[in-house]
């Protein structure tokens, strides 16, 4: 239950919302009081409330939507480095989440100018391309887009395992190795944000990869949607 403070700063503000919302008063997603109120209930200054909600924010533990309110805002259940390697279906394991898979569509397409770059110099007649919405205990979390050598891995060799880095290496008798990745935030996309349910302020993150075996073959290109809420990515970096 929430408590009067009587008195106290933005920190002491900051620190009474923070173990509310861990006490599971305020829940993800749930709007909070209007300043006035939260001022109010608390008995502080409604500029210490302005404060503390604006740290809040900056911690990414309160979302502000324009013209609606302050929110809660939901935790990723997932954080992992980026460095580390793997398939969408290991990430979604290692969050304790069961990993499912649903097929938007499966297609040959012709290589396009920025294919040819990427894949050189490997010569693509045909690319086996795979769109899919990749689940978390049957929630959808992250969009794939993936293109692979028709002539490596067919459609119908693809489809029939949940990973293709699981395909690649059981089919194509191929291991990816390592990959170079490129990651972007962008906004509302029209097309993935509903299907992923993502609210209309809501951030993905882009993670575009190409991915290589030992050997230095580039095999596969894949560009990942993942839901903000729900991923966060983390370099480790190091003093050389």
Same mark, same amino acid.
């Given at each position: 239950?929430?408590?009067?403070?009587?008195?106290?700063?933005?920190?002491?503000?900051?620190?009474?919302?923070?173990?509310?919302?861990?006490?599971?008063?305020?829940?993800?997603?749930?709007?909070?009081?209007?300043?006035?109120?939260?001022?109010?209930?608390?008995?502080?200054?409604?500029?210490?409330?302005?404060?503390?909600?604006?740290?809040?924010?900056?911690?990414?533990?309160?979302?502000?939507?324009?013209?609606?309110?302050?929110?809660?805002?939901?935790?990723?259940?997932?954080?992992?480095?980026?460095?580390?390697?793997?398939?969408?279906?290991?990430? $979604?394991?290692?969050?304790?989440?069961?990993?499912?898979?649903?097929?938007?569509?499966?297609?040959?397409?012709?290589?396009?100018?920025?294919?040819?770059?990427?894949?050189?110099?490997?010569?693509?007649?045909?690319?086996?391309?795979?769109?899919?919405?990749?689940?978390?205990?049957?929630?959808?979390?992250?969009?794939? $887009?993936?293109?692979?050598?028709?002539?490596?891995?067919?459609?119908?060799?693809?489809?029939?395992?949940?990973?293709?880095?699981?395909?690649?290496?059981?089919?194509?008798?191929?291991?990816?190795?390592?990959? $170079?990745?490129?990651?972007?935030?962008?906004?509302?996309?029209?097309?993935?944000?509903?299907?992923?349910?993502?609210?209309?302020?809501?951030?993905?993150?882009?993670?575009?990869?190409?991915?290589?075996?030992?050997?230095?073959?580039?095999?596969?290109?894949?560009?990942?949607?993942?839901?903000?809420?729900?991923?966060?990515?983390?370099?480790?970096?190091?003093?050389?």
């Amino acid at each position: 239950m929430i408590s009067n403070l009587n008195s106290g700063s933005a920190i002491t503000v900051v620190q009474h919302i923070k173990k509310l919302i861990e006490d599971g008063y305020y829940k993800e997603k749930e709007k909070l009081p209007t300043e006035y109120e939260l001022a109010k209930d608390l008995g502080v200054p409604r500029k210490e409330i302005q404060k503390a909600v604006a740290i809040l924010e900056e911690e990414n533990i309160l979302i502000r939507r324009p013209g609606v309110g302050v929110f809660v805002h939901a935790q990723p259940i997932l954080s992992s480095g980026i460095e580390q390697l793997g398939s969408v279906t290991e990430m $979604i394991k290692q969050s304790g989440k069961k990993p499912g898979v649903q097929y938007i569509s499966a297609e040959l397409t012709e290589p396009t100018d920025e294919d040819k770059r990427r894949f050189d110099p490997v010569e693509i007649e045909k690319f086996a391309q795979l769109e899919r919405v990749r689940t978390a205990d049957g929630e959808p979390v992250v969009y794939c $887009i993936d293109r692979i050598d028709h002539q490596i891995l067919p459609l119908e060799q693809i489809q029939r395992e949940e990973s293709i880095f699981q395909a690649l290496k059981t089919c194509a008798k191929k291991e990816i190795d390592y990959a $170079i990745a490129y990651i972007e935030p962008i906004g509302y996309h029209e097309r993935i944000s509903p299907i992923l349910n993502c609210e209309p302020d809501q951030a993905l993150l882009l993670l575009r990869q190409m991915h290589y075996t030992k050997d230095n073959e580039p095999v596969l290109y894949s560009a990942n949607f993942f839901r903000a809420d729900v991923f966060s990515f983390y370099v480790l970096r190091k003093r050389m």
